[in-house]
């Protein structure tokens, strides 16, 4: 309940109308596969945007690695079109009719470009990661935002 009076906080937070978030249901994610932890960001700049930060775990797929070829694979298998990433270690997507763009990486690539300062995560995903990696979980971290679709 508490964290749904925050989801609609930060959500309203998000600044102008044009400014949406998108919808985690448009997002296809393996079997077994489901968030442990979400987070809105805002970005107010001049490509403002608002988002959605996530932590998928996944504990059938023996290594966060596994996962991430698995999630990869999936979203090809379902018509999303791979594009450029940000960083070295990331994938990126974009959904049909690129409505929506993903970028994920490995729990630990996400926090070791946390700590180069090549990325910027809110605290509550950092720490849903590290939870992650210290409890042996495979898991992801994704970013989710609406695509220029």
Request: hydrophobic share 45%; with cysteine; charged share 15%.
């Amino acid at each position: 309940m508490l964290a749904s009076a925050a989801l609609i906080a930060a959500l309203a937070g998000c600044g102008s109308s044009t400014q949406n978030t998108p919808k985690l249901a448009g997002l296809p994610l393996v079997d077994g596969a489901h968030v442990v932890a979400q987070s809105i960001k805002c970005d107010k700049g001049a490509n403002a945007f608002c988002g959605v930060e996530l932590v998928v775990a996944a504990p059938g797929y023996g290594t966060s690695d596994r996962l991430l070829r698995s999630e990869h694979s999936h979203l090809r298998a379902l018509g999303w079109s791979g594009v450029n990433a940000d960083i070295g270690g990331e994938r990126a997507f974009d959904s049909p009719g690129h409505k929506l763009h993903v970028v994920f990486a490995t729990a630990d690539s996400d926090l070791r470009g946390i700590d180069l300062g090549s990325i910027k995560r809110s605290r509550a995903i950092q720490l849903a990661l590290s939870h992650q990696i210290f409890a042996h979980v495979p898991a992801l971290s994704m970013m989710l935002v609406d695509g220029p679709g």
